[in-house]
């Protein structure tokens, strides 16, 4: 793993978080923030934000985008029928970047490749649930060349053994609650794949279904594999 003090993640909660980048971009990966049950208070505002990155179009991952979009202006990044609807829905600006599975977007220097994710999705607006396109992850690399791989909601699959021998990865963080997602069970086959050293779990405590737990992940991948376990509010 790359020696890293200038990329800093600080969890909002479930599968929120929001990202400094090594020169001092805000990012919100996922938008559940001010409906969040777990988000610390003194998160649950966003007064500033550069970028904003959607994985899919379920609630607890858009519910606040549309609000903080108006109130910050940030660049939105997706899939590219999220960002036709969360633009129809009054997202602002003109210059909001829809992509695919696949591609990479060039942001000031912070390279995001779209790859794939095992789920569901749709926009609940008014009652209806919009078509939002296919679920998504990122890998994300920072202007220092720190490299992330954050999968958003999914099961574990073959193709991250590509995203491993593809990118550079330094950390993956994981969803391991289960019942919507992998478990730590299959989060760490995840990891086998993936290949990397450092995880950061999510979308796990949030509700009584998500039951697993970075200590699980942890006994299952063994000592060679740093799992860190921190609350809502920490950084790392």
Not at 111 to 133: C, F, P, W
Not at 208 to 223: A, C, K, N, Y
Request: glycine share 14%.
């Amino acid at each position: 793993m790359r020696i890293n003090d200038e990329v800093r993640f600080t969890w909002i909660g479930h599968g929120t978080w929001l990202a400094r980048s090594a020169q001092g971009k805000q990012m919100l990966l996922d938008a559940w923030v001010a409906g969040n049950p777990v988000a610390p208070e003194h998160l649950k505002k966003i007064d500033s934000l550069d970028l904003m990155l959607i994985t899919h179009g379920h609630f607890d991952h858009t519910g606040d985008a549309l609000e903080i979009g108006k109130a910050t202006h940030p660049k939105l990044i997706a899939i590219a029928e999220t960002v036709s609807v969360l633009g129809g829905l009054g997202f602002p600006g003109s210059d909001n970047i829809g992509m695919n599975k696949g591609g990479t977007v060039d942001v000031d220097g912070i390279k995001i490749t779209m790859v794939d994710a095992r789920h569901s999705g749709g926009i609940d607006v008014n009652e209806q649930k919009l078509y939002g396109g296919d679920p998504a992850g990122y890998v994300i690399e920072f202007e220092n060349g720190f490299t992330v791989y954050f999968a958003g909601d999914t099961d574990v699959f073959m193709d991250m053994k590509l995203f491993g021998e593809l990118h550079r990865l330094d950390a993956a963080f994981l969803p391991i609650g289960g019942h919507y997602t992998m478990d730590p069970k299959r989060a760490a086959k995840a990891v086998e794949l993936l290949g990397v050293k450092t995880v950061v779990p999510m979308h796990f405590g949030t509700f009584p279904l998500l039951t697993g737990r970075p200590s699980q992940l942890q006994e299952l991948v063994g000592p060679g594999v740093n799992v860190l376990d921190i609350q809502p509010g920490a950084e790392v």
